[in-house]
């Protein structure tokens, strides 16, 4: 696709964030000779410059300040602090990438993906071409960088045809366009009017000399430069060289010391002038002192020495990289890279044709030859700033869509979802996790991925539940459409963009859902999700939606209110009811979206029965009035084993009969032992009056136990019991609000009188469970008792 310049784009805005300093002064002259060649433009007055200062290159500043009045204005981006207010003389407060847009159109060059506007840049692949160089730390970190701006970002901007075609060959399935921006240098007026001898005595040069204008770092091949000098000295043809540049590579600590080595060792100590970093302007003043410029790297990217040099009109000494020859100014010789002898003949060649500057003619058909490769070079860049623009207005078509993350304690998956999230092919898109204080190491992984990529943001506060934590990220949310996401689920490859295209095509459709597959701990797929059609009808026997596979248009998640916030579990399920019973319209489509992984410490695997039966039941009453046999069986039949007891505590705690009877206490010990009076006190509610008290057990005893039940000193029942286990049904009718009833037994034991034990209680018998049962209750425990059918029957006629 090719946008054309909008004739109504009359004012440029455009955000050039620091990228260079200290340990790598390539990046300031990067933006330094971006600024000026801009400022050459004859419509400057439309384009805005902003210097982009960030909390971690606020000590770079200083380095800009030679050229800061080109620019229109400082931006702060981050928190302010004192620091920042002594640092800079005036500047824009942001805090925020999203109010730093509202200032800027336009962000170049980029590091990280962006949701808004901006272009990225790589420079060079150097980590992919010269891999010894780099830590595998360092190599796997770019080469990640990289892949993501070639993923991710919508344009891409290299510095030469050599990147391009590395680019190219290592991202072919990349969907950016790319652009080849070549930078030059603007010859300064003031350089001309500067005398270079005096600069020459001022670090006390000789007379003649060549330079080398490259910062220390490895691969920009000192060594065999060293040795060239060496060679020629010892032939009787000494050389005198002059390097300016940063001393120190931070992939190598001891580079310069053995740099220092080969000095000594060549003895060329007194031909090698090592200046360090000096001052761009002095530097320039020594280039055109020189005979010639000598650049032996191994790799680059697009130099910026070649560029001064041809800017001056000096003749240089190049390396045969084909980053060289693509850049191959006037005057130009090259070597071969490896060749030490090849080397030496030319530096040999070259002195004695060249002499001493500065050559002022030359330096006069450089300097308007120069002229119009700027002007080249700032309309390039002017075409790609309004090109960029013109692109992201067309993607800003395209809706955003919020991904929510509800997390707690998931250091083992939440690196996989996120990336699940960040990597799809389609980029208008925000992440949002909402955590629940881990402690666990997720919070290193999530702000490590918000440095990362702008489009990803956390928020971390005490755990509220999960429910709490969606509607939280609903809240914060800016997409039209929102995914929810949990935080061991990842979304399959292209799934967002299959989505868009749904709501796109089906602009009816307020909820869209497609296929998933269940997988296990390592997210290996297990079986399909059994989706099904959805309606009303459907979603009273099943939930035919696995959740992580469903998107839904953001204004109608708000109208209804979010998810329930008293739901833990099938919060998704009662949601899906709610739009359905709303009249919202709900399609599929036929592709597979997520993977949804099911474990024994999932809260699918660990809750499914003790949380998610009773809120289904729960869920099923409140929409319907009733409870399909399809769910009951599900759960009656592959969850009887933990028995009727089991169901009836469920069914109290999360009061699916309302107002039942229960236990206010009862003087049983802590390890369940009754003693021979068991008495127990009850608290009734006349909607539900007490029926009757089932009491579950064993005798422990070899003797019969002889059981009698009191209420109000009545009897009121006997049970006779032998070893084993026992369950007495106590029928009592009472809607009295307070009830007691003593289970008195004439057996007693006691421990110490029977074998070597320390344990003088007179006991009776154990009483595992013991609940006190409305009539509706007792019902259900009787046909519970009968088999699961019953049991089914029984609730669906009932509830």
């Not at 980029?110 to 150097?126: G, N």
């Not at 500065?358 to 450089?366: F, G």
């Not at 019969?704 to 049970?719: M, P, R």
Request: glycine residues 4%; hydrophobic residues 35%.
């Amino acid at each position: 696709m090719v946008f054309r310049r909008d004739s109504h784009l009359n004012e440029v805005k455009i955000g050039l964030p620091i990228i260079g300093g200290e340990d790598w002064m390539g990046g300031v002259s990067y933006i330094e000779l971006l600024t000026r060649a801009i400022s050459t433009l004859p419509n400057k007055e439309s384009i805005k410059l902003y210097l982009i200062v960030t909390p971690n290159s606020l000590t770079s500043y200083h380095f800009h300040k030679p050229f800061i009045s080109l620019f229109h204005d400082v931006i702060f981006l981050g928190q302010e602090t004192p620091n920042v207010r002594q640092t800079l003389d005036h500047f824009i407060s942001c805090q925020t990438t999203n109010d730093l847009f509202h200032i800027i159109d336009f962000y170049f060059p980029a590091f990280i993906p962006m949701s808004d506007c901006h272009a990225a840049w790589i420079p060079d692949f150097q980590h992919r071409h010269l891999p010894d160089l780099f830590s595998k730390e360092m190599y796997l970190a770019r080469d990640q960088m990289y892949s993501d701006l070639a993923y991710k970002s919508k344009v891409v901007v290299l510095s030469s045809h050599d990147a391009l075609k590395d680019f190219k060959t290592f991202y072919p399935d990349s969907n950016a366009e790319t652009k080849v921006l070549h930078f030059h240098t603007l010859p300064n007026d003031a350089w001309y009017k500067t005398n270079p001898i005096d600069i020459q005595k001022q670090y006390n040069l000789p007379d003649h000399y060549i330079i080398c204008c490259n910062q220390f770092w490895k691969h920009k091949n000192h060594e065999l430069l060293f040795k060239a000098i060496g060679s020629l000295k010892a032939s009787g043809k000494p050389i005198n060289l002059v390097c300016t540049g940063a001393t120190s590579d931070y992939r190598f600590k001891d580079y310069f010391s053995t740099l220092q080595t080969l000095i000594k060792d060549n003895q060329i100590e007194d031909q090698v002038f090592i200046l360090g970093r000096i001052p761009r302007d002095d530097q320039i003043q020594l280039i055109r002192r020189s005979q010639f410029v000598v650049q032996p790297s191994l790799f680059e990217g697009w130099s910026t020495v070649v560029e001064d040099a041809r800017a001056l009109g000096k003749p240089l000494l190049l390396s045969d990289l084909d980053v060289n020859k693509e850049q191959h100014p006037k005057h130009s010789v090259f070597f071969k890279r490896h060749h030490l002898q090849d080397l030496v003949e030319k530096i040999s060649h070259l002195s004695l044709s060249t002499s001493p500057g500065p050559d002022k003619p030359k330096e006069e058909r450089a300097k308007q030859e120069s002229r119009a490769l700027i002007e080249q070079y700032a309309h390039t860049f002017l075409d790609i700033a309004t090109d960029s623009i013109q692109r992201y207005k067309h993607h800003n078509t395209a809706p955003l869509v919020s991904i929510i993350t509800p997390s707690f304690n998931q250091n083992r998956f939440i690196q996989e979802t996120i990336q699940s999230v960040l990597s799809q092919n389609y980029t208008n898109i925000e992440h949002i996790v909402v955590d629940g204080g881990s402690t666990d190491g997720t919070l290193d992984v999530l702000k490590e991925w918000s440095e990362k990529d702008t489009r990803f943001r956390f928020i971390s506060e005490p755990d509220r539940g999960q429910s709490e934590a969606i509607n939280k990220g609903l809240k914060m949310a800016r997409g039209e459409i929102i995914g929810w996401l949990n935080s061991d689920d990842t979304y399959l490859p292209k799934a967002i963009d299959r989505m868009v295209k749904a709501f796109n095509q089906h602009r009816e459709l307020d909820m869209i859902y497609g296929n998933a597959y269940i997988t296990n701990e390592k997210n290996t797929i297990i079986r399909p999700y059994p989706t099904k059609k959805m309606d009303l009808t459907t979603l009273f026997d099943t939930c035919p939606i696995s959740q992580p596979s469903a998107f839904i248009k953001k204004s109608v998640f708000d109208a209804v209110n979010g998810v329930d916030e008293s739901l833990q579990f099938c919060m998704d399920y009662d949601l899906w009811i709610r739009l359905a019973k709303n009249g919202y319209q709900i399609g599929s489509i036929d592709s597979f979206i997520a993977n949804s992984r099911w474990y024994s410490a999932s809260k699918t695997g660990s809750q499914f029965v003790h949380v998610g039966f009773p809120e289904i039941i729960k869920t099923s009453l409140k929409h319907y009035g009733k409870v399909s046999k399809i769910w009951l069986n599900h759960f009656i039949e592959h969850y009887r084993d933990p028995g009727v007891f089991w169901f009836l505590k469920l069914f109290k705690d999360y009061a699916l009969f309302d107002n039942t009877p229960t236990i206010q206490d009862d003087n049983r010990y802590s390890d369940h032992w009754a003693p021979p009076n068991f008495h127990i006190n009850l608290t009734i509610h006349p909607q539900n009056p007490l029926h009757a008290l089932i009491l579950k057990g064993k005798n422990l005893s070899f003797d019969q136990l002889n059981i009698n039940v009191y209420s109000s000193g009545q009897l009121i029942k006997t049970f006779t019991h032998s070893h084993g286990d026992l369950v007495m049904e106590i029928p009592i009718n009472s809607d009295h609000s307070s009830f007691s009833v003593d289970i008195v037994t004439k057996e007693r034991m006691v421990p110490a009188h029977r074998r070597n034990s320390s344990d003088t209680r007179e006991l009776s018998f154990i009483a595992d469970e013991c609940l006190a049962l409305s009539y509706p209750e007792f019902q259900f425990y009787k046909a519970f008792n009968k088999g699961s059918k019953h049991a089914i029957k029984w609730i669906n006629d009932h509830f």
